[in-house]
């Protein structure tokens, strides 16, 4: 049976902001897209566009999830973060709140080519509804690739955030290398 719809994996925990100004924990999905699917197509499409003009890494996410779409050749695997809680028939790109493309290097190994945080929401954007969110997707991937390496090759301003979520530097390299415990 194919599955024409976004997959839902698993539950995830960020944090919101509640009217007293603390943050306390607040249930999202973690869900992968199908790249068979116009519809999560699109809705990454969307994302895309209201995340920012230009090259970002949403952009760059939508152009190879697109291009798996039309050449009908998986590469990689797309993931997101949304506040969607069921209906996953219909993405609601306002609902989203992070997407991430993982390509499979070999068995052992997924490397992280792209993971964006919507930018209202990001560790940069001062008066953020919501918190962690970019650790509640890595914490995820982790989690659904527990017997894997996961690699990435970090901007200068997401290092800080790596390796406080356990990502260390691969020698001899700009990449960083998250491994699983076993």
């Known amino acids: 049976m194919i599955n024409f719809k976004a997959n839902y994996i698993s539950d ?96 052992k190994r997924k490397e992280l080519l792209f993971l964006q945080v919507n930018p209202e929401e990001n560790m940069f954007a001062g008066e953020a509804v919501y918190k962690r969110i970019g650790t509640a997707i890595l914490n995820s991937l982790k989690t659904l690739f527990n017997d894997k390496e996961i690699i990435l090759k970090p901007v200068e301003s997401a290092i800080n955030f790596y390796k406080a979520n356990q990502f260390v530097p691969l020698e001899f390299t700009s990449k960083f290398i998250w491994r699983p415990k076993l």
């Open 12 to 107: 995830a925990v960020i944090k919101r902001r509640s009217p007293d100004n603390t943050f306390k924990d607040y249930n999202v999905s973690f869900i992968e897209f199908n790249s068979a699917n116009p519809r999560d197509v699109f809705a990454i499409k969307d994302v895309a566009g209201q995340w920012g003009c230009g090259e970002t890494f949403a952009r760059s996410i939508f152009n190879d999830i697109q291009e798996e779409y039309y050449a009908g050749k998986k590469s990689s695997q797309y993931f997101g973060i949304t506040k969607q809680r069921k209906s996953f028939e219909t993405l609601l790109p306002d609902e989203i709140l992070a997407l991430a493309e993982l390509k499979n290097i070999y068995d």
